[in-house]
């Protein structure tokens, strides 16, 4: 079953999904970034039985709290 979530956008960071696959593209620099992708994560984990992959190939910063 394939995740669906609409594309999630916060500040510099857009989080997306296709598949069995979650996309983060751009930049994490929030001090509290679990404000917004808590909710998601928790969405992802009540449709998803099985692994879900985090495609961060297009991201292009992290910051420690992210």
Do not use: C, R
């Not at 998601?40 to 961060?56: G, S």
Request: cysteine-free.
């Amino acid at each position: 079953m394939p995740i669906s979530i609409p594309e999630q956008v916060n500040g510099k960071s857009i989080i997306s999904a296709k598949d069995d696959t979650l996309f983060l593209v751009g930049e994490i620099d929030q001090m509290d970034p679990g404000a917004f992708m808590t909710p998601i994560f928790e969405t992802v984990k009540e449709q998803m039985d099985q692994m879900v992959k985090i495609d961060l190939t297009k991201l292009e910063y992290l910051n420690s709290s992210g």
